[in-house]
């Protein structure tokens, strides 16, 4: 039976969800701003698709993203158009949802995203033995608040990863393999975990080459070859560049470019950091696997280390560093002071602060406070943490001074429904999205702490002695094998 300690902060996660539906409920400021945001963009790549038409270019995706919509969901600004900017595979699978009204598909893809974040919460709560309340902490804002808000794809692929890392620790390769492919999703984070797949678990092989040639022939059914070459050729590269200096980015590419950098240098140096840091985690998954009794680790350490860097990197993408640091926190006792707080860091988007609606700080508060004390941290130091989780977004706030004109005139001047969606949406980042970096340059530092100790964590649990936690020794059950 679940003792009244793991109870009581899950039954505050509870209770915390229910007042946020409440408040939703009764006052639209205390919504996120900008409602599905980016599932618009996919749900009019897939009705671009379903028409035969290039889904990467600004026209007719703008027209469909202004298109009449009920009052609660957002849409796009006249003569922008926000890019799609997935491979087409991912975009086919969209098309489906483009068959449907545009309010129908948004509630069915929320049902998509809810049950990721349950497979989510699931798998690490079997493959760790943690509590549910750090379970459920750890991905309540991050990958749950923000992903449901923006209706972004990112939940989906942090799922095939953290399910996957469940299917390793139960020595079930092939299943971890034919998972594991739909992170590539999101392909930036999901080739890294792909790879150490297929490199270091064979039977993962034969799955992951399956389900690529599935993934691949589904893409030139319903996209054909000419989209895969202007994405890798075009609309890569553009997106890249586009998002150069937009605030919220936590890309190497983006902290060049604040330190002073080139655009072409910026990019270069993102596009180098990534290599490296992908690199990185594919070679130390094995030794943390072996050394940490972790095979998960395989699937989860890759994915973690490619967000760490990179040319584009949001806020939305970090939650796939949490399936391993839950995974260490659980098997290495010895890293468990640095991951508590890396766990913390990476779990709240301070960087959200201003489109999550005036509960936000709130909702840190509360998150924090039972994500902290759910990982044994003393009480004291759980509210401490707290306290600054509330108050480091009011003081990024307090930064803010820049009063952003209608973009409009702008963009309707720069507006070519010919181009790639990239070139409208770059003239939209220079004129609202790269206002006041200090501001957000402060609310980014804790993910990036939490990332660079997640790193440090796991060359610390390499190097030095075996320190896998002996869970039987504990009088716990295996991990992988708790009841549920």
């Known amino acids: 039976m679940r003792s009244a300690a793991n109870r009581s902060p899950l039954a505050a996660l509870a209770a915390l969800g229910l007042l946020l539906a409440l408040a939703f409920a009764l006052d639209p400021k205390t919504r996120p701003a900008n409602v599905l945001t980016d599932f618009s963009a ?35 600004q006249p003569a922008l158009a926000i890019p799609a900017p997935l491979p087409p595979y991912a975009l086919a699978a969209f098309r489906p949802f483009a068959t449907l009204p545009y309010a129908a598909a948004a509630f069915a893809w929320w049902a998509v ?11 690490l709560r079997r493959a760790t033995g943690l509590p549910w309340a750090a379970v459920v902490g750890a991905i309540a804002l991050g990958d749950g608040y923000v ?20 299917l390793l620790e139960s020595e079930r390769e092939a299943a971890a393999g034919w998972v594991a492919a739909l992170a590539m999703l999101e392909p930036h984070v999901g080739l890294p975990a792909c790879l150490a797949l297929f490199l270091w678990k064979p039977r993962t092989r034969l799955p992951l080459l399956l389900a690529g040639a599935a993934l691949a022939g589904a893409a030139y059914a319903f996209a054909g070859p000419t989209l895969w070459r202007e994405y890798f050729g075009a609309v890569l590269p553009a997106h890249a560049a586009s ?75 970090i939650g796939i560093a949490l399936p391993a640091a839950l995974l260490l926190y659980a098997r290495v006792e010895s890293t ?29 508060v509360v998150v924090c406070f039972v994500l902290l004390t759910a990982l044994q ?8 943490a707290a306290a600054v ?37 770059a003239v939209y980042v220079r004129l609202v999205g790269s206002n006041d970096p200090l501001a957000y340059d402060l609310a980014k530092l804790p993910t990036w702490f939490g990332l660079c100790a997640l790193v440090w964590a796991s060359l610390a649990a390499v190097r030095g002695p075996s320190r896998a936690n002996d869970v039987a020794r504990n009088g716990n059950a295996p991990a992988g094998r708790i009841a549920i």
Request: proline share 8%; hydrophobic share 60%.
């Open 42 to 76: 996919f749900y009019c790549a897939g009705a671009a698709l379903n028409r035969g038409a290039d889904p990467y270019l600004a026209e007719p995706l703008g027209a469909c993203e202004r298109a009449p919509a009920p009052g609660w969901l957002s849409r796009s």
């Open 113 to 123: 995203l809810s049950a990721a974040l349950a497979c989510t919460a699931l798998a």
């Open 147 to 166: 992903g449901l808000a923006l209706g972004q794809i990112a939940p989906v692929a942090i799922a095939a990863v953290a399910v996957a890392l469940w």
């Open 243 to 317: 998002e150069l200096g937009n605030v919220k980015q936590l890309s190497f590419t983006y902290v060049a470019h604040r330190l002073g950098a080139d655009d072409a240098l910026a990019l270069r140096l993102g596009d180098l950091s990534y290599l490296l840091m992908a690199a990185l985690g594919v070679a130390l998954a094995p030794l943390l696997a072996r050394r940490a009794n972790a095979p998960g680790s395989i699937v989860a350490l890759p994915a973690a280390f490619a967000v760490l860097g990179g040319p584009f990197v949001h806020i939305a993408q």
């Open 336 to 364: 468990r002071p640095v991951l508590r707080w890396a766990i913390a860091c990476l779990a709240l988007p301070f960087v959200q602060l201003g489109s999550l609606g005036w509960l936000f700080p709130l909702l840190e």
């Open 377 to 384: 941290t003393p009480a004291l130091k759980a509210a401490g």
């Open 389 to 425: 989780a509330f108050a480091l977004p009011l003081i990024a706030w307090s930064l803010i001074v820049t009063t952003i004109s209608s973009p409009g005139p702008a963009l309707l001047a720069h507006y070519d429904p010919h181009a790639l969606a990239e070139a409208n949406w």
